[in-house]
């Protein structure tokens, strides 16, 4: 059972940063993508970022400019790096991971990120 660790999370002032690491139990060129979602109370969770096997990666709007997602191979980790935060970024994230044929999807336990007005 493939596993993701995260860490990272905390609480933050507004304008501050923050990187969040996700480590799968096998290797990241095993998945075809791996990404960061985040869940607020009382909304839907939402896709954040996402990279591929190949290096390409894909913002929500609302994060453009601000976060980064890469992988580090030889740490076999994925990071989201956080900057310019706003209380809106506030929420659970999630790492997630996703192979195809066939397909399968994985995710974290979930990294809390509180921003302070």
């Known amino acids: 059972q493939v596993q993701l660790v995260e860490s990272g999370g905390g609480l933050v002032q507004a304008g501050g940063s923050l990187r969040l690491s996700c480590a799968p139990s096998?290797?990241?060129?095993?998945?075809?993508?791996m990404g960061w979602y985040r869940q607020a109370p009382g909304k839907q969770r939402e896709l954040v970022a996402i990279i591929t096997r190949s290096g390409n990666t894909n913002y929500a709007d609302s994060v453009k400019g601000r976060f980064t997602i890469s992988g580090d191979n030889a740490k076999n980790t994925v990071y989201l790096q956080m900057n310019s935060l706003k209380p809106e970024d506030t929420a659970v994230y999630y790492c997630n991971a996703q192979k195809v044929m066939p397909t399968r999807t994985y995710w974290g336990q979930g990294t809390q990120v509180t921003v302070s007005s």
């Open positions: 096998g290797s990241i060129f095993s998945f075809n993508t």
